[in-house]
């Protein structure tokens, strides 16, 4: 079984990547989206969005981190992803799911499931830019409004050169409302001939055989579960429980003591909240931390809570 962590844009950036890998045996990693409009972006863009591209594209224990794009201009889809290849990232993804409003209204994201031949020009142009040896992966939802188009879109991806494609089970009308209907990632799985990545609602080892055994993957992707339970492969894998909230506590002071010394205080008690509203959906302890520090504003005054709560849950 491959585990890989999902992009998530506005959450999973470089420090909570090196976190979560650090705990977990992900296979791979792939960035938040690079956003692709009519331009080559510089450098800096590419190293904002990936830093691991600095060393060596890994996390600090090697886990490969792989970069996202995000557009619909072929040829500028295809001259960025070389640049992304050329600073280093083990080849390249393709967003084909964002729901993002401001994303679809410029073409790009899930919109863009309404029109497999567009699908088709965008992988195919990366595909070409991209040396052969290195992989050109795609991911899409199963449609836009509807699912009338999904295998006929992961068709167009497959023709098109893709070397993957990670499938979230469920169309952008559908959001991220449960359930994610694994079956048709077995419809795709059985009419390509590439490699199927299912992702979607898999937040624990029986999910995950219960997602492998109607889609037929072997291959698994993870976002939102590796933040609401951070252990989550050795959850999926050897069917653990959650890490106790004291370890989850100790992880949260890992990544304050990274904003302090990034330079990124000023965020961190958004990016705390942020972090314990999907650490409520299983630790009660952290519905009541939220609650506590809901009003801070403070950094300091929030981390010095975090402390006194780890001193009482080691006691
Ligand atoms: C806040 C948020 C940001 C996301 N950003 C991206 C992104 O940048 N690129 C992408 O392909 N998918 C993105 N996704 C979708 C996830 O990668 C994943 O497909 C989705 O959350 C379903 O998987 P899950 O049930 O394991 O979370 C995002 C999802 C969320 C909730």
Known sequence: MRLILAPMEGVMDHDMRDLLTGINTFDLCVTEFVRVTDTLLPNRVFY?????????????????????????HPEYMALNAQRAVKLGSPGVDINFGCPSKTVNKNRGGAIL??????????VRAVREAVPAELPVTAKIRLGYEDKSLFLENARAIE???????????????EGYRPPAHWEYIGKIRENLGIPVIANGEIWNHE???????????????VGR?????????????????????????QLILQLSDRDRQNGKWQYHPSRLKQWLNYL????????NLFERIRSLRDADAIVEILCSDLARAAS
Not at 113 to 122: K, N
Not at 159 to 173: D, I, M, P, W, Y
Not at 235 to 243: N, Q
Request: hydrophobic share 35%; charged share 20%.
């Open 207 to 221: 999910d995950a055989r219960r997602c492998m055994d109607a889609s037929g993957c072997t291959d698994l992707m």
């Open 48 to 72: 904002r969005t990936c830093p691991e591209l600095l060393q060596g594209a890994k996390t600090s224990n090697g886990t490969p981190v792989r970069l996202q794009l995000l557009g619909s």
């Open 159 to 173: 023709q098109a050169g893709a070397s993957e494609l990670a499938v979230h089970a469920r169309t952008k009308a």
């Open 225 to 249: 579960p590796s933040l609401v339970t951070p252990n989550i492969t050795t959850m999926i894998r050897e069917s653990v429980r959650p890490m106790s909230w004291s370890s989850v506590l």
């Open 280 to 287: 409520r959906k299983a630790y009660p302890q952290a519905q």
């Open 113 to 122: 499931l309404r029109e497999p031949d567009q699908l088709f020009s965008i």
